[in-house]
């Protein structure tokens, strides 16, 4: 079907997005799956007569009725910029959507749409999709049409509301999203967004939502496996996690430990008594993620076939009949996601999980996998949901499964925060769960691609994000699913990478090796630990960025435009957690050294103390067990010492690690880790000045009803301050060595009751 190009309709959402729309109808299209309820009321309704000009300071939107083209410039302070593109008509009728940018501006985002940084010169189909071990380029699990385009001055970003499939392509000139299908109400409607990338972000969840604030213990690391066939398999892991002193919090539970694949079942023999293993799982510490399935066996005397067949929960064929595919357990049905009361039904089935212990849940094959290692075409399928055709729903399939296994968490663990691991998803997603991009392969390419899809996904809104570390996979097609020889190497960079990504879990294929953190051998084993162990040490600083991300729609992993949109020269490598850690990923085998352009400010080499000042270009030395990290000069950054996993750890205390500059500053952050709504809390902020030597630091506490189990904290410093004052009391420092930390320094570490106060540190 053609755009019926009639109406056109704008209303501005703050200072900084609008929305255009064109089609037939003269209000905007309801807001997409999990959108909040946005107005559908236009401000402005015009028809396609003339060309318009509206503006609202900072706005302005110019559209030429000639060639459906229009200009939104933006100007505010020192930033300016504007999005020129236009609506035309592909060859056979559908409608596509031309961005124009320039030789030097980098495009970014559409989440893990394909290899790359950048989105120049990109080629994506914007249809969730199994992959089959990412067998071809530019297919992907989820679908995030939310493009951006930085240049010298500035950023700016657009939102396609549709869930329609597209196809993209990124020129040199231009970037066009083009229709896969369209029907004869659909209209063309598009969010712009300018400001700073924070602004922008801030602005799109408005729109799409802002992240859920996940449980403490889904930051920690995570072992899988497809899969750990019995109950005695999973505590023998979870045993030698402890035994090799590393730090992990969950481990998986892939498609065996059902019976005959059948989803909400445990296998009879080797998951018999799924309650005492999870029991005794969480006495050592640790939780039990289950996978999900959306596919149900076909099964008579299956309860959960019977009951859905009863309550017309399946999707079904044009002519009535429910749809039959084929995936893990054989002939299955799918339930219909996109009704509330299917959502219901689904929901009740978790407390068979729950009940056992099961404390995530992960949702796997949600693109939906319709035939199993068959070559189809998803959208020739004859599945419909409620009337809509297939290609009206599938990119919102798991985003409606999301909010089904969410509302399953809220009816029987609602006094905790949900974990929903998904593989799938749209726009939105980040409301209820991590992403994870599905069946990546263990090579240096896949490494690479693993830091790209992470840094735009951040920018799609997706804080929550990983892949799996050591790759999955053997290679690309169905072959993948066999994983032969092992690469110590690979396996060392790829934890150097994944402990400082949002989303951290090891998982690997059916046929393959052993891929947990010893099964490397004792070099790599170190390496492991050591990494662990640093991601737990930083949990104060990534909890607290998990925490800014449910209030702002900030990422956690930023790339470097992120927050130094100007600048020209990126070391692509090169990445940030929050603001104030700096890190490159070593991405080619055998590299030992490495070149890389710091950003501006003055960065401090956390392994060896260095001083470096920013806007310069060093070589760095890059051996096996180690990756270039920094920490910005001024930071306090919250630490803590690394136990059995994150509770344990943020329980043990808090420690300030202190990199000078003339102006200091860090903030702490601590809850239950659990609440689904934390309004109790503790919080401590530190401010530092440094004059002649001297450094005086103000310790803030606020406390809303929540205390933290430690009542003393540690204040690490460089060597030389040896005295603090504190409330007239001298206090002398620990000289302590971080060698077992992989820190080639020496600092002072002085011992300070936790309460609000003025220090003073000196140097004598
Ligand atoms: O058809 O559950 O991406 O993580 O181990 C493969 C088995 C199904 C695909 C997932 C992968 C998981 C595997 N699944």
């Not at 970037?175 to 969010?191: G, K, P, Q, S, T």
């Amino acid at each position: 079907m053609k755009l019926k190009k009639e109406n056109l309709l704008l209303s501005f959402y703050g200072e900084n997005c609008c929305r255009l729309s064109l089609g037939p109808s003269k209000t905007f299209p309801s807001s997409i799956a999990l959108v909040p309820k946005l107005s559908e009321k236009p401000q402005h309704v015009a028809q396609v007569l003339k060309s318009h000009k509206w503006q609202k300071q900072p706005l302005k939107v110019s559209f030429q009725k000639e060639n459906f083209s229009f200009e939104i410039s933006y100007s505010k302070n020192k930033q300016n910029n504007q999005i020129t593109g236009r609506i035309f008509d592909q060859v056979g009728g559908y409608p596509a959507l031309a961005i124009d940018f320039e030789k030097n501006d980098r495009l970014m985002g559409l989440g893990a749409a394909a290899s790359g940084l950048w989105r120049n010169d990109t080629k994506a189909r914007l249809l969730n999709i199994d992959t089959v071990f990412y067998r071809r380029e530019g297919e992907a699990y989820s679908t995030f049409p939310f493009l951006w385009k930085f240049n010298s001055k500035s950023s700016a970003a657009i939102f396609l509301h549709t869930p329609l499939p597209l196809r993209y392509e990124g020129g040199t000139s231009e970037a066009v999203f083009y229709f896969e299908r369209f029907d004869e109400n659909d209209c063309l409607d598009i969010f712009f967004f300018f400001g700073n990338p924070a602004e922008i972000l801030a602005s799109y969840a408005k729109i799409t939502g802002l992240p859920y604030l996940p449980p403490l213990w889904a930051l920690g690391f995570h072992q899988s496996r497809w899969s750990y066939k019995s109950e005695k398999k999973v505590l023998e892991i979870a045993k030698k996690m402890r035994e090799h002193s590393i730090p992990c919090d969950a481990i998986y539970l892939d498609i065996h430990y059902m019976q005959d694949y059948k989803v909400f079942t445990f296998h009879p023999k080797n998951f018999s008594d799924p309650k005492k293993m999870t029991s005794q799982l969480e006495e050592m510490g640790i939780k039990t993620v289950a996978i999900v399935d959306p596919g149900v066996k076909v099964e008579h005397g299956y309860p959960v076939y019977e009951e859905g067949l009863k309550h017309d929960v399946f999707c079904k064929k044009k002519n009535g009949d429910v749809y039959v595919g084929k995936v893990w357990p054989g002939n299955s049905v799918f339930p219909d996601f996109s009704r509330e009361e299917v959502r219901h039904f689904w929901a009740s089935w978790h407390d068979v999980l729950f009940r056992k212990g099961i404390r995530g849940i992960w949702n796997d094959m949600n693109d939906p996998v319709l035939q199993i290692g068959k070559d189809y075409d998803p959208l020739e399928e004859d599945i419909w949901h409620n009337g809509q055709a297939h290609y009206r729903v599938r990119n919102l399939y798991a985003n409606y499964e999301a909010l089904s296994s969410w509302e399953g968490f809220e009816r029987y663990l609602p006094g905790e925060r949900p974990f929903i691991l998904t593989r799938s998803a749209f726009s939105g997603i980040q409301r209820y769960a991590a992403l994870w991009t599905g069946d990546n392969h263990s090579s240096w390419e896949h490494l690479r691609l693993n830091l790209e899809h992470v840094l735009n996904l951040s920018l799609s809104g997706v804080p929550f994000c990983g892949a799996d570390i050591g790759g999955f996979g053997g290679g690309p097609g169905i072959r993948g699913i066999f994983k032969f020889r092992k690469d110590r190497e690979l396996m060392a960079r790829w934890l150097e990478l994944g402990y400082l990504m949002p989303f951290f879990r090891m998982h690997t294929v059916l046929y393959s090796y052993d891929q947990e953190p010893w099964s490397f051998g004792e070099e790599i084993l170190q390496i492991a630990r050591k990494y662990i162990r640093r991601r737990y040490r930083f949990l104060p600083y990534l909890y607290l960025l998990f925490l800014q991300a449910s209030k702002t729609g900030e990422p956690i992993v930023r790339p470097l435009l992120y927050e130094y949109p100007h600048l020209q020269d990126v070391t692509e490598n090169l990445f940030l957690v929050g603001k104030n850690l700096l890190a490159a990923a070593v991405l080619e085998k055998g590299q030992r050294e490495m070149e890389l352009t710091l950003p501006e400010g003055l960065w401090y080499h956390y392994e060896t103390g260095e001083l470096l000042e920013g806007n310069k270009t060093y070589r760095i030395s890059t051996p096996i067990n180690s990756h270039p990290l920094f920490v910005r000069a001024g930071t306090a950054l919250p630490t803590a010492e690394p136990m059995r996993n994150t509770y344990d750890t943020l329980s043990s205390g808090l420690i300030w690690d202190v990199f000078p500059s003339q102006n200091i500053s860090g903030e702490y952050y601590l809850d239950d880790g659990k609440s689904p709504s934390p309004n109790q809390y503790y919080r401590m902020v530190f401010y530092g000045k440094e004059k002649k030597g001297e450094l005086e630091v103000t310790l803030k506490e606020e406390k809303k009803g929540y205390e933290p189990s430690f009542d003393k904290i540690f204040v690490r410093l460089p060597q030389g301050y040896n005295t603090a004052i504190f409330q007239g009391k001298e206090i002398t420092p620990r000289l302590v060595s971080l060698q077992s930390d992989g820190r080639d320094i020496r600092i002072s570490e002085f011992l300070l009751p936790r309460r609000s106060g003025k220090i003073t540190f000196k140097k004598t």
